[in-house]
């Protein structure tokens, strides 16, 4: 029906440009589903200009009298790196440093040092990472550590991407494995939203006090840059460490030096202590070892996993030491796991992952996966029933000023000097600060995110340690209630109008304040109709502040971890960053209807949904935004979005098949490696049709297949990492 009206405005001017990425001779555009694979990585080539100094300084490592690295020889060095794929090579700017904190990380390879690398691009990305660890594998026991990265995240924990890859070094070869860094990418990659990231401090171990003072080594902030982004970001960081704080104190850690998992943490801490023992990886137990993420939306700390010197062919050892790791544990725990680690399904989809990561897979190969699965499975069942006969568990419940006092006495008593930061009071773009000698200093906040990070300030020592440890104590403001007919959690601040039917399954909920809201969380929505009346928000200036608030929420109406079955969301008015939320959820939607929203209208992150029928009517910023998830749109109809109709962002896959987006600045924009397969289009008085390019440094570009599009506007701009085709049958 729509034949006499086709008119299509692709022209080869931007469907075939010759421009190509400035970094790769291919378009990423071209080939987004291989660039997702690690075994599509042919080599990585490092070339550093300056390898005389670099050759150099890798050899006073080695003659130097020590069994550890010194941090003065981490010099940083300019390089170029190229990463060759069968399809193309790409070249960009990096820096590399030496790696590791013992001598284990550098030996002489033929006449040339073959050392561990740390890795950070300035241009592009691998795999989406653009911090990266090349390290010597025996550092890491191999296969072992590909294998453990890879049994953890089958099974929900934050793991880095590990794999093996050919490495050359100025011109030298060698087998080494990447790791990617503990960074917003790799969070991103297990659909979680960017926040703190924590981890054991380390700069007090090494040198000539080696783990002299490991029990005073706190904890430190590794994203900084994030702390800076706004007002938010400051308070979930500053409540967080001081919580993470705590857990370091020694008299809140097991025998062995263990942190005590069970502070303001999740099961999943039990979990992770579990998997950890069966399968050898108990060094990333250690306090300087230890990496955290603080999940705002769990309101808890969840672990990253970072060098565990796994040995999966390990039997596990229930002697005395390991009376540390069973105190770990509450008395009725239960492993979760257990029908997984054993299922057909578990084992076929590892294997097809192990296969990817290893070079030149075989039947020795084969062989230690198998044998690594079944003595995982057989340290399993001994610690389960081990767990079963414990009697005395010994879980710490220290009082927090007596234990920070006791920190104070073994501070003084081994002679460590250093600065304690015991109160702080944030205002503008400072924060004055109060030291345990009641001294006061005021400091930029720049300044301060580098006394949380790297514990050092005008070449003095810092730590955090207030003794108010809930400085922004906010969380009685919230009311939550366990939904029986919804089979999960209701979350909202004060100043909203809450009416749930139950009979007709509706809810109507009213905003009485502009900044209000509510999260449905871990619930089931089959047949509701939920009704969002907002405040009328016209005349509301945009401010400088970070679309998401203290508590990590961007909606007036947020949905978490939900299941759809049919429902319908309508909204109107909110005051919020954005109107409706929707984050790792899935589902078939039936209606979201959207009018007079302060800034963006509908934003869904991480999720698995198909929408039948989407309706919106004046947007302050997008009307529809998508990211890093799976979305199918039957009918969408979007009017005056100030900023884009249609935002597809961050390696989302989207198909649209019935589009109409009228008076907004852009139709749609496809960027970072995601790819949308439009059906019919038809757009008018738009400044911009169809837009397609990289934003982010850690993706690539965005790909467009077109059926078929009506578009009064000649404006469509592709850059040169992306792509655009028409197609005449469209599926994802």
């Given at each position: 029906?729509y034949?006499?009206?086709?008119?299509?405005?692709?022209?080869?001017?931007?469907l075939?440009?010759?421009?190509?990425?400035?970094?790769?001779?291919?378009?990423?555009?071209?080939?987004?589903?291989?660039?997702?694979?690690t075994?599509?990585?042919?080599?990585?080539?490092?070339?550093?200009?300056?390898?005389?100094?670099?050759?150099?300084?890798?050899?006073?490592?080695?003659?130097?009298?020590?069994?550890?690295?010194?941090?003065?020889?981490?010099?940083?060095?300019?390089?170029?790196?190229?990463?060759?794929?069968?399809?193309?090579t790409?070249?960009?700017?990096?820096?590399?440093?030496?790696?590791?904190?013992?001598?284990?990380?550098?030996?002489?390879?033929?006449?040339?040092?073959?050392?561990?690398l740390?890795?950070?691009?300035?241009?592009?990305?691998?795999?989406?990472?653009?911090?990266?660890?090349?390290?010597?594998?025996?550092?890491?026991?191999?296969?072992?550590?590909?294998?453990?990265?890879?049994?953890?995240?089958?099974?929900?924990?934050?793991?880095?991407?590990?794999?093996?890859?050919?490495?050359s070094?100025?011109?030298?070869?060698?087998?080494?494995?990447?790791?990617?860094?503990?960074?917003?990418?790799?969070?991103?990659?297990?659909?979680?939203?960017?926040?703190?990231?924590?981890?054991?401090?380390?700069?007090?171990?090494?040198?000539?006090?080696?783990?002299?003072?490991?029990?005073?080594?706190?904890?430190?902030?590794?994203?900084?840059?994030?702390?800076?982004?706004?007002?938010?970001?400051?308070?979930?960081?500053?409540?967080?460490?001081?919580?993470?704080?705590?857990?370091?104190?020694?008299?809140?850690?097991?025998?062995?030096?263990?942190?005590?998992?069970?502070?303001?943490?999740?099961?999943?801490?039990?979990?992770?202590?579990f998997?950890?023992?069966?399968?050898g990886?108990?060094?990333?137990?250690?306090?300087?070892?230890?990496?955290?993420y603080?999940?705002?939306?769990?309101?808890?700390f969840?672990?990253?996993?970072?060098?565990?010197?796994?040995?999966?062919?390990?039997?596990?050892?229930?002697?005395?030491?390991?009376?540390?790791?069973?105190?770990?544990?509450?008395?009725?725990?239960?492993?979760?796991?257990?029908?997984?680690?054993?299922?057909?399904?578990?084992?076929?989809?590892?294997?097809?992952?192990?296969?990817?990561?290893?070079?030149?897979?075989?039947?020795?190969?084969?062989?230690?996966?198998?044998?690594?699965?079944?003595?995982?499975?057989?340290?399993?069942?001994?610690?389960?029933?081990?767990?079963?006969?414990?009697?005395?568990?010994?879980?710490?419940?220290?009082?927090?000023?007596?234990?920070?006092?006791?920190?104070?006495?073994?501070?003084?008593?081994?002679?460590?000097?250093?600065?304690?930061?015991?109160?702080?009071?944030?205002?503008?773009?400072?924060?004055?600060?109060?030291?345990?000698?009641?001294?006061?200093?005021?400091?930029?906040?720049?300044?301060?995110?580098?006394?949380?990070?790297?514990?050092?300030?005008?070449?003095?020592?810092?730590?955090?340690?207030?003794?108010?440890?809930?400085?922004?104590?906010?969380?009685?403001?919230?009311?939550?209630?366990?939904?029986?007919?919804?089979?999960g959690?209701?979350?909202?601040?004060?100043?909203?109008?809450?009416?749930?039917?139950?009979?007709?399954?509706?809810?109507?909920?009213?905003?009485?304040?502009?900044?209000?809201?509510?999260?449905?969380?871990?619930?089931?929505?089959?047949?509701?109709?939920?009704?969002?009346?907002?405040?009328?928000?016209?005349?509301?200036?945009?401010?400088?502040q970070?679309?998401?608030?203290?508590?990590?929420?961007?909606?007036?109406?947020?949905?978490?971890?939900?299941?759809?079955?049919?429902?319908?969301?309508?909204?109107?008015?909110?005051?919020?960053?954005?109107?409706?939320?929707?984050?790792?959820?899935?589902?078939?939607?039936?209606?979201?209807?959207?009018?007079?929203?302060?800034?963006?209208?509908?934003?869904?992150?991480?999720?698995?949904?198909?929408?039948?029928?989407?309706?919106?009517?004046?947007?302050?910023?997008?009307?529809f935004?998508?990211?890093?998830?799976?979305?199918?749109?039957?009918?969408?109809?979007?009017?005056?979005?100030?900023?884009?109709?249609?935002?597809?962002?961050?390696?989302?896959?989207?198909?649209?098949?019935?589009?109409?987006?009228?008076?907004?600045?852009?139709?749609?924009?496809?960027?970072?490696?995601?790819?949308?397969?439009?059906?019919?289009?038809?757009m008018?008085?738009?400044?911009?049709?169809?837009?397609?390019?990289?934003?982010?440094?850690?993706?690539?570009?965005?790909?467009?297949?077109?059926?078929?599009?009506?578009?009064?506007s000649?404006?469509?701009?592709?850059?040169?990492?992306?792509?655009?085709?028409?197609?005449?049958?469209?599926?994802?």
């Amino acid at each position: 029906m729509y034949k006499k009206y086709l008119i299509f405005i692709i022209t080869y001017l931007f469907l075939f440009t010759d421009k190509v990425n400035a970094n790769c001779n291919f378009k990423t555009a071209d080939y987004i589903e291989e660039l997702e694979l690690t075994s599509i990585i042919k080599e990585i080539g490092i070339e550093i200009p300056d390898s005389r100094k670099f050759v150099k300084n890798s050899m006073k490592i080695l003659l130097e009298d020590s069994l550890t690295i010194n941090p003065k020889f981490r010099k940083k060095y300019d390089s170029t790196l190229n990463v060759k794929y069968p399809f193309g090579t790409c070249s960009y700017n990096a820096k590399v440093w030496q790696n590791g904190d013992l001598k284990d990380h550098i030996r002489w390879n033929k006449n040339y040092p073959l050392t561990s690398l740390n890795v950070r691009m300035e241009q592009g990305n691998i795999l989406n990472a653009v911090k990266f660890k090349l390290l010597i594998p025996e550092t890491r026991n191999g296969l072992n550590e590909i294998l453990g990265t890879l049994i953890l995240r089958q099974l929900g924990f934050i793991a880095p991407e590990t794999f093996e890859t050919v490495v050359s070094i100025n011109g030298h070869k060698s087998l080494m494995i990447f790791q990617e860094d503990s960074r917003k990418e790799l969070l991103e990659r297990h659909k979680r939203r960017e926040g703190p990231i924590f981890e054991g401090d380390e700069s007090i171990l090494w040198g000539n006090n080696w783990l002299t003072f490991e029990e005073l080594s706190l904890s430190r902030l590794i994203n900084w840059k994030w702390f800076l982004k706004g007002r938010s970001s400051q308070i979930i960081t500053l409540n967080s460490l001081a919580d993470l704080q705590q857990s370091y104190l020694p008299s809140y850690q097991l025998e062995g030096n263990v942190i005590n998992p069970n502070f303001r943490a999740k099961s999943n801490f039990e979990d992770y202590y579990f998997m950890m023992s069966v399968m050898g990886g108990q060094h990333a137990l250690r306090p300087h070892n230890r990496k955290f993420y603080f999940n705002s939306l769990e309101n808890s700390f969840e672990p990253i996993y970072y060098d565990g010197n796994f040995n999966l062919n390990l039997e596990i050892d229930l002697g005395h030491n390991w009376l540390s790791f069973s105190n770990a544990f509450s008395e009725n725990y239960i492993f979760p796991f257990s029908r997984e680690i054993n299922n057909k399904e578990f084992y076929n989809q590892l294997l097809s992952q192990f296969k990817s990561r290893v070079i030149k897979f075989n039947q020795k190969k084969l062989s230690y996966f198998n044998e690594s699965l079944k003595n995982i499975s057989t340290n399993t069942n001994i610690l389960i029933k081990h767990l079963k006969n414990i009697q005395d568990f010994n879980i710490i419940n220290s009082d927090y000023l007596k234990s920070r006092n006791l920190y104070k006495q073994l501070m003084n008593k081994k002679n460590l000097k250093q600065n304690i930061i015991k109160e702080y009071d944030i205002f503008d773009d400072n924060v004055m600060i109060t030291k345990e000698n009641n001294e006061k200093n005021i400091l930029s906040l720049k300044d301060f995110s580098q006394i949380i990070s790297k514990n050092y300030f005008n070449n003095e020592r810092y730590i955090f340690l207030p003794i108010n440890k809930e400085k922004f104590n906010y969380s009685q403001e919230l009311t939550e209630v366990y939904v029986e007919e919804l089979n999960g959690f209701l979350i909202f601040t004060p100043n909203i109008s809450l009416n749930i039917d139950s009979n007709n399954k509706e809810i109507l909920i009213r905003q009485m304040h502009l900044n209000s809201w509510v999260l449905f969380k871990d619930v089931k929505l089959s047949d509701w109709d939920i009704r969002f009346e907002g405040i009328n928000i016209e005349n509301r200036q945009i401010n400088n502040q970070q679309r998401f608030n203290k508590y990590g929420i961007t909606g007036c109406l947020n949905f978490y971890k939900t299941v759809f079955d049919k429902s319908s969301l309508r909204m109107i008015g909110g005051g919020c960053e954005d109107g409706i939320n929707i984050i790792q959820s899935k589902g078939l939607i039936k209606l979201i209807e959207v009018k007079n929203s302060f800034q963006d209208s509908i934003d869904l992150d991480f999720s698995d949904l198909k929408i039948n029928f989407i309706s919106v009517d004046s947007s302050g910023n997008d009307c529809f935004d998508v990211s890093g998830g799976n979305y199918i749109l039957d009918k969408a109809y979007l009017n005056r979005c100030m900023d884009k109709g249609l935002s597809i962002g961050e390696k989302s896959r989207v198909e649209a098949n019935n589009t109409f987006i009228t008076n907004s600045n852009i139709g749609i924009s496809v960027k970072d490696l995601s790819i949308v397969n439009l059906g019919i289009l038809n757009m008018s008085n738009n400044k911009i049709c169809i837009e397609a390019k990289q934003k982010k440094q850690e993706f690539g570009g965005g790909r467009i297949l077109l059926k078929s599009s009506i578009c009064e506007s000649s404006k469509i701009f592709i850059d040169e990492h992306s792509n655009m085709s028409k197609v005449d049958y469209y599926e994802l």
